[in-house]
């Protein structure tokens, strides 16, 4: 999910990456219909973040206020599950960190490795995998990782890669964005979710989709709308993008009430949405969804802030809370700093 055009850590990465691309567009039409992949996603949310109300009202009383990190880590992505299991990935080495939410633990998962970066991240309740989009070097990967051996299931090689930046698992497929090549990196997957060992394929995004100009941040979060549609963020020009699956047209979803003006890591619940800094950086802007004329609209509900927030990148549901793992851009001496999740209030209106 990724930082935003202020982060000084990233931008030296970003100088080591080669340019590059060819853009072909290809598209297979996503089995089942709508209904079936609300169906799909009801199942994950009950199994990813159901809580029974008594459960929720007991770890409410005795979740921390933060979860620290190892010194260092410099993380990005978080995702979480099963119950409140997390993995958060680091963008200097590669390494995956796990442990529980409400025991505010931390254990290494996956080793580190020289030249490796991960971002994005998200668990699959189906396989226990941990996916997670990164490079190494100028290369960019995509792995799937087991949730508890920390073993590399799957590492998938995507061709003209720039920076691949956060993904979204679906029932069929994970979808990878990258901030500077406007098309979205597409890994097919076999039912019940296992990788399948077969190559990327690539979705151009057209329409109403502001172009990458060369220079700042576009693409960043990524997440599956209850139509099995996908929503972007852009981190330069700011607002919410639906994007088809079937066709990459993109169209621009109306946002009242607000203003999102950047934008680095999406969360969903039902119709509830998180844009992690979309309107600054330390908060976590809360939306509403509503269709809207075969498309959808964005209501603004709420910005969640916290004295503990310090350049938050991407946040997961859990145990009836929202956490966000704060990267800290731009602190001195990130490869000795302190890192640290942090416990927000997850919003629901019925």
């Not at 299991?85 to 254990?107: C, E, F, K, P």
């Amino acid at each position: 999910m990724a930082v935003s055009t202020t982060s000084l850590g990233r931008r030296a990465f970003l100088r080591s990456a080669t340019a590059a691309a060819t853009i072909a567009t290809i598209e297979l039409t996503a089995a089942g219909t709508a209904t079936a992949h609300d169906r799909h996603r009801h199942r994950y949310d009950d199994h990813h973040h159901g809580d029974h109300h008594d459960d929720h009202d007991r770890r409410r009383r005795r979740a921390p206020e933060t979860v620290n990190l190892p010194d260092g880590l410099q993380p990005e992505g978080i995702t979480s599950g099963p119950g409140t299991r997390y993995y958060v990935g680091s963008v200097s080495d590669g390494r995956i960190v796990t442990g529980d939410l409400l025991a505010a633990t931390s254990s290494v998962l996956l080793a580190g490795a020289t030249g490796r970066s991960l971002r994005g991240l998200q668990w699959d309740p189906r396989t226990d995998l941990v996916w997670a989009a990164g490079s190494v070097g100028a290369v960019g990967h995509v792995y799937a990782v087991n949730g508890h051996t920390g073993t590399i299931v799957a590492d998938v090689v995507v061709p003209g890669a720039k920076f691949l930046n956060d993904l979204v698992v679906t029932r069929r497929a994970v979808w990878v964005t990258d901030s500077f090549v406007d098309r979205l990196t597409r890994i097919p997957l076999a039912r019940g979710g296992s990788p399948t060992g077969a190559g990327p394929t690539f979705l151009a995004l057209s329409g109403a989709w502001p172009r990458y100009n060369g220079t700042d941040f576009n693409a960043n979060g990524i997440r599956q709308l209850p139509d099995g549609s996908l929503v972007l963020n852009n981190s330069k020009a700011g607002g919410l993008w639906q994007v088809p699956r079937a066709t990459g047209v993109v169209r621009s979803i109306p946002v009242t009430g607000g203003k999102l003006t950047s934008g680095d890591g999406l969360e969903i619940r039902g119709d509830v949405l998180y844009d992690v800094r979309g309107t600054g950086g330390n908060e976590v802007a809360v939306l509403r969804l509503h269709r809207r004329r075969g498309g959808w609209e964005a209501r603004f509900k709420d910005d969640l802030t916290d004295s503990t927030l310090d350049v938050p990148s991407t946040a997961t549901l859990a145990g009836g809370w929202l956490w966000a793992v704060n990267a800290r851009f731009g602190v001195a001496s990130p490869e000795k700093a302190k890192y640290w999740i942090t416990r927000l209030p997850a919003r629901r209106w019925w």
